[in-house]
């Protein structure tokens, strides 16, 4: 499997922005999807959104619908996630996850075979 790296996680105050960035070496990268999930400390990892291999097609968690946005740019072979809003529950580790690219999107995290180890995102009141 190739590796996955996070990067961009840190900590910001409620209301504040940040993007997440998803960088891969994997040499067909436009034939994966890619999604984000955050955990946590003592919850489940859990579905925040995710991208079609081409980039037309995307998938929210009703949770960061309107406030988060996901794209990625091929030539960089990175995905990145947009945060606006942030909100104290949107606190814990994100991680990135890939899968090969199929007609319909999905949120759960069984299907994606190739996970990055985090990044922690801290949001302060």
């Known amino acids: 499997q190739e590796p996955l790296v996070e990067s961009g996680g840190g900590l910001v105050q409620a209301g504040d922005s940040l993007r997440l960035s998803c960088a891969a070496s994997?040499?067909?990268?436009?034939?994966?999807?890619v999604a984000w999930f955050r955990q946590a400390p003592g919850k489940e990892r859990a579905f925040v959104a995710t991208?079609?291999?081409?980039?037309?097609?995307?998938l929210y968690a009703d949770s960061v619908k309107g406030r988060f946005s996901i794209s990625r740019d091929n030539a960089k072979n990175t995905v990145y996630l947009n945060m606006n809003s942030l909100r104290q529950e949107d606190a814990g580790v994100y991680y990135c996850?890939?899968?090969?690219?199929?007609?319909?999107?999905?949120?759960?995290?069984?299907?994606?075979?190739?996970w990055g180890q985090g990044t922690q995102v801290t949001v302060s009141s």
């Open positions: 994997l040499r067909t990268f436009s034939r994966y999807a």
């Open positions: 996850a890939s899968t090969l690219s199929t007609p319909r999107l999905s949120g759960d995290r069984r299907v994606y075979r190739n």
């Open positions: 991208i079609d291999g081409s980039g037309s097609s995307t």
